[in-house]
C-alpha cells in the first residue's frame, strides 16, 4: 500500500511539473521535507541517518544541557528530487533562505558551489548537474570555527544546520536574475519625491542563459495597496548570451501614498518579461515603500520630513526547544509583539533574519536597521575583509526593496575584544589600521550600492577605544550600546554618558542600540538590587532609562536589548545559556517590562496588572491572618482602580505607565481586577493569584500547611514545573521561624559582589533555588505545633567551581572562588540525621543536594535544625517543611 501511495505520489508530481512548466515562466517551491540528516561523516554507506525537516539545526538541545560547549563541526544533508523532461529543458536553481555557515553543494556526486556566510541567502544554479529522474542532492554544512568568517566570537549561539527554508526555482531560459546576490533581481529606488508625483528608478538584472542574443520586452506595472495600477513602462531590451546585465528605467507615480509608521502604504511592483511573440517568459512580485527618511541630531529621525522619535528593540531569531529553526508564522509574531507594544523600531541584530521579519516590519510600518555580524574582533587578512564586504552586498541587495529599512548596521562593540589585549603577537597599532582599512571597505560599499541610507556602528561604552580606532566619524550614526546599572555602575551613568558624548560630538545623532537587564520572570523581590536577576530591578532599570531617551531630541531612537530571551551557551547566570534580557521569555510570554513599554508607547488604552504571571506565591501572614504585597498596573491611562477579591482597594494615579497599590492577600485563591475608563469605556484586567501564606507564629494546629524558604537572599522563585513558590530567608524570633547565625553568600566579582551566584547547577532547571546560601549558620528553627512533617534540606556546594570570563560582563565577571573543604553534621531536634557531610564528595561541585527526612513533633518542641561544623563553615541553600497530617 505504501508503495501504491508514493508510485500516485510521483505521478502527480510529474504530471504537475509538466504542466507548471508549460504554463508557468516561474515555478517556486519549498522542499523542506523528508531530509535525511547526520552529524560528522557523510559516508553514504554508515548508518546514523534520520529523517529531519527544514528548518533544521543540530544545536536545538546541547546548547542549552548540562555540558559546556556545543557541537562544532559538520552536518550532512541529503534529498533525492524528482525532474521530469519538461523541467530538465528549463534553468533550475536551488535557494537557500540561510545555513549556518559554510555550505557546499553537491548535485549527483557532482560539487556545485559553496556559500560563505551563515545569514544570507544564497542560490545555486543546478541546472549543469540534474538529469531526468532521480536526482540526490548532497548539502555539507559546517558551524566550526573559521578566523575568517565573521563572527568569529558574540554573545549568542552560533546554531549550525539548514535553519531556514529550501526551494527549487524553475524559470524559463532568459528570466530575471536569481543569482544575482540571491536576490529578487529587481530594486526599487526612489530619489525624487513631492506631493504631485514619485520617481521610481527600477533596476532588473535580466539573465539569458541561451547561446544567442535575444530581444525582449521589459513590462512594469506598479498597483497601490487597494490594488489599482497607478503607473506601468513597457521597454524593448536586447539580452547579451550567457551572462547577466542590468537594465533600467523610470516610472513616475502620481500623487504617492507615503510609508508612513502610522500608515505603512506599499506598493506592489510586477515585472514581466515578454518575447516577441507575447509568451510570458518571467514574473517577479515586489513590494516597496515611498518614502524619504533622514538622522540629525539637531532634528532626530525624519520620516517624510516629520520628526519621529525611534523606539523598539532588537531580535534574535530563537526559540525554546527550537534554536534557530524557527516557523515562518514564528518570525510574524515576533514583529506582532513589537508592534502591539507600541514599538515603531526594530535593531535587527546581529544578522540579517528570515524574509518574513522585513515583510512584516513593512506592513506593519516598523523602522528597520539590519546588520552584517562583524561583531568584537577581526581578523587581519584579506579573506575576512573580502567576506565582510560579500556579506554587506548580500545583505543591502536582498533587503534592498523594504521602505522599513533606513539604517544598514556593522562592526558590533568592535572594539570589545580586541585580540592585541592577549596576542603578543598582533601589535595594536598595525590592527586598528586595518580594523579602520576593514570599515572603511564597509562603509564605502554600502554608500556605493545605496547612498540613501544611513549607516551605524554600534559601541559599547568605552567610547575612548573607537575614538583611538578613528571609528566614530565613521558611520552616520553612532550607536550605542549602554548598561549603567546593570553590568555596573548606577541608573543615572546612563544619562550622564549620553550628555558626555553629545557635548563632545554635537553634529552626530545616537542611537542607543542596546540597552537592559537581565529578568528572570520567575524572581521577584521587595528588595532589588543589581544582578539578582528579579523582575523588580528590570522594571526599575527600564523605567529609569524610557524617560531620558525620550527627553533627548539628539537621541534619535533605542532599542531595548532584546525584544525575547535568547539562546547565548556561554552564559550561566539564573538560567544557564540564555540570555535573559528580553521583554518576552523564550517562549515569547510577556514579562512586566514588556507591559510596561506597552503602556508607555502604545496609544490604544491599555491596562495590565504587573505580575500576572506570577501564579504561585508565598508570604507570612500577619494577625489579621493577610499578607501585603505591592502590585503595579500598568497602562496609558491618568488613573486606575484596583479591586481585590471583590472589593474594592484603590484608586490611584498613574506616573510613569504604573500605578502603585499594597494589596492584602489572603491564603488560597486570589482575585484581581483592575479598571480605568477612556472616552466612557471601561478598560479592565484581570488576575489570579494561588497565594500559600505562612503563619508568622504558630498558635494553632490548623495553621500550617507548608514552608518554603531560600537562604541568603531577598528574592522570591516561582518553580512553575512543581507550582512551588519558594520565599526569601527571615531570622527566627519565638513562635516563629527562621535562621539562626551565619552570613548570607555573595559573589564576588571584579570590583565588588553580586546577590548571587552566576553558576550553572547541573542537573536542575530551578537553578536560583541553589544560587544562593547562608553560612556558617548555627540552626534552623521553627516552632511548629506537633505532627507529621517532611523535611527538605537543599545544598549546592558553589566553591571551587570554574566561571566562564565573558567580556560582556564588563566589571561584573564573577571571580572564582577557591575550593573550600567543608565537612558538618545535620542534627534535628537532637537526633543527628547526617554525619560528617561533604556536599562536594557526596554529589560533586555545583551539583543540587536535597535530603528528605521525615519528623515527627511532639510535646510542643517544635523544628531545630543544627548545622554543627566539623571543617570551615556549615552552609545551606533552601528548606522546604511539608506537613503530613
Known sequence: MKKLCNLLILIFLGIFQAYSTENNPRITYSINDSWQFRLGTSDIGKEGWSTVSIPHTWNAEDCVDDFPGFYHGTGWYRKNIQVDSAMLSRPLYIFFEGANQRTELFVNRHRVGEHIGGYTFFCFDITPYIREGENQLVVCVDNSYDSEIPPLSADFTFFGGIYRDVSLISVSPIHISTTHYASSGVYVHTPEITEEKALVDICTMLSNTQKVRSKIFVEHKIYSATGECVAASRKKVAVDTEREQAFNTQIVVNHPELWEIGRPNLY?????????????????????????????????????????KLLGTNRHQCHSGMGNALKDEMHVRDIELLHEMGGNFLRIAHYPQDEMVLAACNRLGIVTSVEIPVINAITMNQNFSDNCVEMMKEMIYQCFNSPSVCIWTYMNEIMLRPPYNSEPSIKKDEYLKY??????????????????????????????????????????????????????????????????????????????????????????????????????????????????????????GSAVWNLNDFHSEERMDAIPHINCKGLVTLDRVPKDTYRYYRAMLNKEPYVAIGGSDWYNRSGVADNSGVCYYPVSVYTNLKQVSLKVNGKMLAVSEVQNGAAQFNVPFIDGINQLEAEGTFQGRYIKDFCRVSMKLVPGSF??????????????????????????????????????????????????????????????????EQDPIFQTQRRGLNSFKA???????????????????????????????????????????????????????????????????????????????????????????????????????
Open 699 to 764: 498558635d494553632n494546629k490548623e495553621s500550617f500547611t507548608e514552608l518554603n524558604m531560600l537562604f541568603g537572599t531577598a528574592r522570591h522563585f516561582e518553580d512553575k514545573t512543581a507550582s512551588l513558590a519558594w520565599q526569601p530567608e527571615r531570622e527566627y524570633v519565638s513562635g516563629g521561624w527562621g535562621y539562626v547565625g551565619g552570613k548570607a553568600f555573595r559573589a564576588r566579582t571584579k570590583r565588588g559582589s553580586q546577590p548571587a551566584s552566576n553558576l550553572d547547577i547541573y542537573g536542575t
Open 435 to 556: 580594523l579602520y582599512h576593514i570599515a572603511e571597505r564597509i562603509e564605502n560599499t554600502a554608500k556605493e550600492i545605496d547612498p540613501g541610507r544611513a549607516t551605524m556602528l554600534p559601541c559599547h561604552g568605552n567610547l575612548a577605544a573607537y575614538e583611538e580606532a578613528n571609528l566614530i566619524n565613521l558611520s552616520d550614526i553612532l550607536g550605542m550600546n549602554l548598561y549603567n546599572g546593570w553590568y555596573g555602575g548606577d541608573f543615572s551613568g546612563f544619562e550622564a554618558t549620553l550628555d558626555k558624548i553629545h557635548q563632545k560630538y554635537p553634529d552626530k545623532p545616537i542611537i542607543v542600540s542596546e540597552y537592559g537587564a537581565d529578568v528572570d520572570a520567575r524572581i521577584h523581590s521587595f528588595k532589588p538590587e543589581r544582578f539578582d536577576f528579579s523582575v523588580d530591578y528590570g522594571v526599575m532599570y527600564h523605567r529609569h532609562y524610557l524617560p531620558q531617551i525620550m527627553q533627548r531630541k539628539f537621541v534619535v
Open 783 to 885: 516552632d511548629l505545633p506537633d505532627g507529621r512533617y517532611v523535611v527538605y534540606l537543599y545544598w549546592a556546594e558553589l566553591s571551587g567551581a570554574d566561571v566562564v570570563d565573558l567580556a560582556y560582563q564588563l566589571d561584573n565577571i564573577v571571580q572564582k572562588e577557591k575550593a573550600t573543604e567543608r565537612l558538618f553534621h545535620v542534627d534535628i531536634n537532637g537526633v543527628r540525621v547526617l554525619s560528617s557531610l561533604d556536599v562536594a564528595k557526596e554529589v560533586g561541585v555545583r551539583r543540587p543536594m536535597i535530603c528528605k527526612i521525615p519528623v515527627t513533633i511532639s510535646d510542643k518542641k517544635g523544628l531545630t535544625v543544627d548545622f554543627i561544623p566539623i571543617k570551615g563553615e556549615t552552609m545551606i541553600t533552601a528548606i522546604r517543611i511539608l506537613k503530613m497530617d
Open 268 to 308: 506592489r511592483l510586477q515585472t514581466y518579461l515578454w518575447d516577441n511573440e507575447g509568451k510570458l517568459l518571467d514574473e517577479v512580485s515586489n513590494t516597496f515603500g515611498i518614502r524619504t527618511c533622514s538622522f540629525s541630531a539637531e532634528k532626530g529621525f525624519e520620516l517624510n520630513g516629520k520628526a519621529v
